[in-house]
């Protein structure tokens, strides 16, 4: 390749063999020498002047051949160093006005320059230095220091003079993550790096693949394990609040509150013995226990749990309880609890039990008692298995499929009827009699089929088939179809027949009877007639004159309208008074007709028509008829 300039000269004289392709090699011709040395002349001029761009590389000075050569630049144009240039002691260097210096080090930044070196030729423009103050460009011409922004060589600190006093880096004022970037805090191994970032108009921590959302910040409220709050707070998962220290009577303990005007807090605290206690505060008032869950798992509402024991939970409201015990009982009571060995008073004054058992219900009651004493219940009702219930009984009646209710337990036993606070009626018992009574003066109603078939009036009066009754009589029965029989007396004894009616006297004595004649299908209607109730004073006279006074007449009942013969009851009353009852014309209390009433078969007739056929008879055969 040909040398064309200084530069492109090799150090080892062997290998310079051209100059720009003129051959100077051992051997060449005469005439190539000169020609070479004009061609060297040449170049020697452009290195001067530069026109080639050559550069000199090595020391200027001492080293060259004559001291202080190249000392003296004063052509225009720019001194390019490649690499280091480095200046000896005491060298002195003009900056004339057409000179750009680049790259040069060891220069006194004072040199061409009068005060501070501006930062226009690469100074800061300063005098003095804040201690540990960072330099910056405070604008696009100027450097500044100050406290704001301070760097101690191991923390880095903005708006504090003292990061130290706060870790590795301390802000003092607000400080900002655009664009939705993450803040990334790494653990001590350099591992995880858990982030936050800002999710729009909310603030978020995510885990340190950033594939999960932790919890979330909104307008609405925090959530932890959702990124949709709809309350203040909202855990999605379990969420644990351990010890630590609370406002609640200076006490150590968990403690979560809420105030709205007045505070609510739950607390669990050392001294509470593992409970955990709700409490109210109302604005300026004190706080007060509401609700406690003792360490054994008892609630107390109102009130601290009474120590409850032997395997019984419960709830206690102030001095009532609801527990349960094992797989099938519970208990409802009134001022008692079980301590593990027997139930007790919670306060001095009475106690009561509702008690569930194996499908078993029983009410208890005891007397007044002294707090912390024993409790003596007596099981008043219980209700068993089968639905039986009995009242002051432990075990009721039971008939197989029948339902039962018993009463018992004492000498006496009643069920009162009562409408509203007032007692129509009771059922009672003792050892030798059964009551049905009414408190006053009301009727004892039958009604099958939710319709009256029968009744006893406030009098005793038996009524069936009627709810009205005359005032003389003391039972009706009214049968509302011809088709149906008003009474029916039905002896099952076809043997030996029976009575199917007696009629007595106030004595209780026999006076008469409806009799079936033995087995057959013959019955008779009997009036007492015993001799040993009788005076005989004479034979039958007159009959005559009585049978000749009656009159027999035809007529038509006034309802109904049917055909009929017989006697009006008065007439026969004046003839046979034994045979009719009642009194003509009569009316009762309200000014209905009481009609009278006769037997036309009475014995006192017969013994008048006997008497009569007998004298006839005599007569007809005195005759010879």
């Given at each position: 390749m040909p040398r064309t300039k200084i530069s492109e000269f090799s150090a080892t004289a062997a290998s310079n063999t051209d100059i720009d392709s003129i051959n100077i090699a051992e051997g060449c011709a005469p005439s190539g020498i000169n020609d070479a040395i004009r061609e060297l002349m040449s170049q020697l001029k452009d290195f001067q002047t530069g026109a080639v761009g050559d550069s000199f590389n090595g020391p200027i000075g001492s080293t060259t051949a004559s001291t202080g050569a190249f000392t003296n630049i004063t052509a225009s144009g720019t001194l390019g160093v490649t690499g280091v240039a480095t200046l000896g002691a005491g060298a002195i260097l003009n900056t004339p006005a057409s000179v750009t210096l680049t790259n040069a080090t060891g220069l006194p930044l004072t040199t061409g320059t009068t005060g501070t070196l501006a930062t226009t030729n690469g100074g800061t423009g300063l005098t003095s230095f804040t201690a540990n103050g960072v330099v910056y460009a405070s604008s696009s011409s100027a450097l500044t220091t100050g406290s704001a922004l301070v760097f101690d060589g191991t923390n880095f600190g903005v708006g504090t003079s003292n990061p130290a006093a706060y870790g590795k880096l301390a802000v003092n004022g607000s400080a900002n993550v655009l664009n939705g970037n993450f803040l990334y805090m790494w653990d001590s191994g350099n591992t995880n790096a858990p982030g936050m970032y800002a999710p729009g108009d909310a603030f978020a921590w995510k885990n340190s693949a950033g594939s999960t959302e932790w919890m979330r910040i909104n307008s609405t409220g925090l959530g932890i394990g959702t990124s949709s709050p709809s309350e203040k707070l909202?855990?999605?998962?379990?969420?644990?609040?351990?010890?630590?220290?609370?406002?609640?009577?200076?006490?150590?303990?968990?403690?979560?509150?809420?105030?709205?005007?007045?505070?609510?807090?739950?607390?669990?605290?050392?001294s509470s013995g593992g409970s955990i206690v709700f409490n109210t505060n109302p604005s300026g008032g004190n706080t007060t226990e509401r609700m406690r869950l003792d360490s054994s798992g008892n609630l107390g509402l109102g009130v601290t749990p009474s120590a409850w024991g032997g395997g019984q939970k419960a709830i206690q409201v102030l001095n009532a309880s609801f527990s349960g015990y094992s797989t099938n009982s519970a208990y409802v009571m009134a001022n008692a609890y079980y301590d593990g060995t027997s139930n007790k008073y919670i306060s001095s004054s009475y106690a009561s039990m509702y008690r569930q058992d194996t499908s078993i219900h029983s009410w208890h009651t005891a007397p007044s008692g002294t707090a912390g004493n024993a409790i003596t219940f007596t099981q008043a009702m219980t209700l068993d298995a089968s639905g039986n219930l009995g009242l002051g009984l432990t075990s009721p009646s039971s008939y197989g499929s029948t339902t039962t209710l018993s009463i018992g337990g004492k000498t006496y036993a009643e069920l009162d009827f009562k409408s509203g606070t007032t007692l129509i009626g009771y059922a009672a018992c003792s050892a030798s009699a059964l009551e049905y009574t009414t408190a006053g003066a009301y009727p004892i109603l039958f009604k099958p089929n939710n319709s009256e078939a029968g009744r006893f009036d406030s009098s005793g009066k038996l009524l069936v088939g009627t709810s009205s009754i005359g005032t003389s009589d003391r039972v009706c029965?009214?049968?509302?179809?011809?088709?149906?029989?008003?009474?029916?007396?039905?002896?099952?004894?076809?043997?030996?027949?029976?009575?199917?009616?007696?009629?007595?006297?106030?004595?209780?004595?026999?006076?008469?009877?409806?009799t079936r004649v033995g087995g057959t299908n013959a019955v008779t209607y009997n009036t007492t007639s015993d001799y040993r109730l009788k005076t005989v004073v004479g034979s039958v006279t007159g009959q005559g004159a009585r049978i000749d006074a009656l009159k027999p007449i035809d007529y038509l009942w006034i309802e109904g309208g049917q055909q009929a013969r017989g006697f009006l009851a008065h007439e026969f009353q004046t003839v046979y008074p034994s045979s009719v009852n009642g009194v003509k014309d009569a009316v009762d209390e309200k000014g209905n007709p009481v009609y009278q009433g006769m037997q036309a078969s009475t014995a006192e007739v017969i013994a008048d028509l006997v008497a009569e056929i007998q004298s006839l008879r005599k007569r007809l055969a005195d005759a010879g008829i």
């Open positions: 909202q855990v999605n998962g379990a969420l644990r609040i351990t010890a630590g220290v609370n406002n609640v009577n200076g006490n150590n303990g968990a403690f979560l509150a809420y105030e709205s005007g007045g505070l609510t807090n739950i607390h669990s605290y050392n029965f009214a049968s509302p179809q011809a088709s149906l029989n008003t009474l029916s007396l039905v002896s099952t004894d076809d043997a030996s027949g029976g009575n199917f009616a007696i009629f007595r006297n106030s004595a209780y004595t026999l006076i008469g009877s409806v």
